[in-house]
């Protein structure tokens, strides 16, 4: 079936609507009253005030597409087919209400009924001890049991410290051997892209206590994900989610800027990848109201932006290019995300200044980063001192992660403890220079800079059951 990323969104809003869920649009990137997480990573995320009771659902049945940051997943990037440090991930949510058997039978109804997904192409795992899965997939849905597999807890086992916890059963699709390590064993859980996992579903049946004792719930709770571009992969049947029609147009700006053929270069194949990848995320966050800095989602802004900037020196961009890059990002994903466009200005100027601020420096940082490498060479070292990289840092601003990459592509490392004495002492010393010890970052000023702009449920007026929503 011929479908694009922004219609398969639709489309499953459509499916859970009709199975009684309340749509709601995306929450913001920034979590909201929730000191715990830095950056929203899955649907259930800004939901889990529902999840551990702590507040009362609009309704028992939801469905979001979420904006998703995953920093935990940035070398992946542009590396796997099938990793992004931004993605919107497709959610179906049951508090207390419906269970197991409902959510995988509609997930299978989704996938191949909705979808047309061949069904001798869909794989499941299950938590090893799941018996309860198993039947459901094999018996009710008719997976036949060589395509179940269990897994052990590392991977199908969903918990925190305590609260909700539970196992999981993730959908794969074999992409076929084209994509595959080549390996007999290979099967879903394999760490190469053959067996793509598009669904995770999370049965969160129980509540972990402090002694690590699970308590079976009276009502558990479904919590599922499924990654928009990888959905979107699998129906275009594209090789990686940045070939897709709508995150490939971003991927050819990138091109375009850079004079670069796509598919002639690994290694410039991975930089334009991972271009492509930040421009989404640098553009959401901001959007969202994160500001560089040099702290938390700052921080993960500012990185992703020299990091972004950098790999476009690699493809031989002269000039400051993201807000180009941007501007198609805003232009495609305000179908959905209207407040891009009416934030446009200030996201292209945040963006702009910060990669302007880095352009200044960055020849400079990296000729100096390899005289430091050229040294060490000689001499035989292969641990940059924390000194030099702090150097870097604040001289150059190289964020340590930048300079630990480019130190990593030469199999060198870099003392991170002495980076982060000196890191310690450049604070004290600023500290004991202001009377208030503002480091330029608080959650309060991260959100405040779109005051007013920003409601937990974005656009009311879209969805005609918002009067449900208060
Ligand atoms: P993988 O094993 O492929 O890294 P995961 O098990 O870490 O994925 P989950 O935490 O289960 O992913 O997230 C739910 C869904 O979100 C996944 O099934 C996938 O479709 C999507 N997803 C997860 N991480 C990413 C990512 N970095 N980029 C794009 N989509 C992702
Ligand atoms: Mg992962
Ligand atoms: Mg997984
Ligand atoms: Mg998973």
Redesign the pocket.
């Known amino acids: 079936k011929k479908i694009g990323l922004h219609e398969i969104r639709k489309e499953f809003f459509d499916f859970f609507r009709e199975k009684e869920h309340l749509v709601a649009p995306s929450f913001s990137l920034v979590p909201q009253n929730d000191k715990s997480l830095l950056l929203i990573g ?1 649907g259930m995320a800004p939901l889990k005030k529902y999840f551990t009771g702590e507040q009362t659902p609009p309704n028992k049945r939801m469905a979001t597409c979420q904006k998703c940051i ?1 920093t935990g ?1 940035i070398d ?1 990037v542009g590396k796997t087919d ?4 931004f ?1 919107e ?1 497709l959610g179906n949510f049951s508090f207390g209400d419906y269970f197991k058997k409902e959510a995988t039978a509609w997930a299978w109804e989704f996938l191949t009924e909705r979808m047309e997904i061949d069904k001798e192409d869909l794989w499941v795992t299950i938590y090893l001890e799941d018996d309860e899965a198993f039947e459901i997939w094999n018996k009710e849905v008719g997976v036949p049991s060589e395509r179940i597999v269990r897994l052990g807890k590392e991977d199908n086992f969903w918990e925190l410290e305590v609260g909700p916890s539970g196992p ?1 059963s ?1 959908i794969y699709v074999d992409r076929g051997e084209k994509h595959g390590c080549g390996s007999p064993n290979c099967k879903p859980g394999c760490e190469c892209d053959r067996f793509i ?4 579903l999370v049965f969160t049946q129980f509540d972990k206590d402090e002694n690590g004792v699970y308590h079976p719930l009276p009502n558990p709770n479904i919590d599922t ?3 928009l ?2 959905i979107t992969c699998v129906m275009e049947e594209t090789k990686t ?1 940045f070939d897709t029609e709508a995150v490939k147009e971003i991927r050819r700006k990138v091109e375009e800027i850079a004079k670069v053929i796509y598919g002639n270069d690994p290694k410039k194949d991975i930089s334009i990848r991972v271009i492509t990848d930040h421009s989404r995320a640098m553009t959401f966050l901001v959007s969202d109201g994160v500001l560089p800095s040099n702290e938390g989602r700052g921080y993960v802004l500012r990185r992703l932006i020299r990091r972004a900037a950098r790999h476009g020196k690699l493809l031989g961009i002269e000039e400051a290019f993201l807000s180009q890059v941007v501007d198609v990002v805003i232009n495609s994903w305000q179908i959905e995300y209207s407040e891009l466009k009416t934030r446009e200005d200030q996201i292209k100027k945040i963006i702009k200044a910060e990669e302007d601020k880095f352009q200044e420096t960055i020849h400079q940082g990296i000729s100096i980063l390899e005289e430091y490498i050229n040294e060490m060479k000689l001499s035989n070292e292969t641990i940059l001192s924390g000194e030099k990289a702090f150097k870097l840092y604040d001289t150059y601003g190289f964020p340590l992660d930048l300079t630990k990459e480019i130190l990593e592509e030469k199999n060198l490392k870099v003392d991170e403890e002495e980076f982060n004495i000196n890191m310690e002492e450049q604070r004290n010393r600023a500290r004991k220079a202001r009377d208030e010890g503002d480091s330029g970052w608080s959650t309060g000023s991260d959100q405040d800079i779109f005051k007013g702009l920003d409601t937990i449920f974005r656009g009311y007026e879209k969805t005609n059951i918002v009067a449900e929503i208060t």
């Not at 099938?82 to 440090?85: D, F, G, P, S």
């Not at 996992?197 to 995770?200: A, Q």
């Open positions: 899955a995953r997943d992946n099938r990793h992004a440090t993605f991930m999981c993730e996992e598009v669904w995770n994900g499924m990654g571009e990888r989610i």
